[in-house]
C-alpha cells in the first residue's frame, strides 16, 4: 500500500513559477515510478511527466523543457513548473506505478492516486 499527499499549488500569473510535491508513505513505496499527471476542467486527465524507481525521467511532449521533475532520497517527488501559461491550469496529481519498470509504464500504469492540488494561471 501507498499513501500520496500533493502540496503546492496555487495561484502565479503567465510566465511565472511554482513547485508542486508529492509526498509518499508505505513500506514499498520506493519501488514504484512516480507520475505527475493534470485535468482541467471538461478534458480528460493527462500524462504530465515521470520518474521511475530507478530515476529515469519522462515528460509529455507538451512539456518542451518548461517541467522538471525530481525526486530525493527521502518520499518527496517534485514537479517544478516554469513559464507557466494559462492552459496550464488544472489540477494536478501524482501517482504511483510502474513498479520496477521504465519510466514510460507510468503513463498506461497507476496503481495509487494522490487527492490532487490545483494550479491556476492567470493571463
Known amino acids: 500500500q501507498v499513501q500520496l499527499v500533493e502540496s503546492g499549488g496555487g495561484l502565479v500569473q503567465a510566465g511565472g513559477s511554482l513547485r508542486v510535491s508529492c509526498a509518499a508513505s508505505?513500506?514499498?513505496?520506493?519501488?514504484?515510478?512516480i507520475g505527475w499527471f493534470r485535468q482541467a476542467p471538461g478534458k480528460e486527465r493527462e500524462f504530465v511527466a515521470g520518474?521511475?524507481?530507478?530515476?529515469?525521467t519522462c515528460y509529455a511532449d507538451f512539456v518542451k523543457g518548461r517541467f522538471t521533475i525530481s525526486r530525493d532520497n527521502a518520499e518527496n517527488t517534485d514537479l517544478q513548473l516554469n513559464s507557466l501559461k494559462p492552459e496550464d491550469t488544472a489540477v494536478y496529481y501524482c501517482?504511483?506505478?510502474?513498479?520496477?519498470?521504465?519510466?514510460?509504464?507510468?503513463?498506461?500504469?497507476?496503481?495509487?492516486w494522490g487527492q490532487g492540488t490545483q494550479v491556476t494561471v492567470s493571463s
Open positions: 520518474i521511475s524507481w530507478s530515476g529515469e
Open positions: 508505505g513500506r514499498t513505496w520506493r519501488s514504484y515510478g
Open positions: 501517482a504511483a506505478g510502474g513498479r520496477y519498470k521504465a519510466c514510460v509504464t507510468i503513463r498506461g500504469e497507476t496503481d495509487y
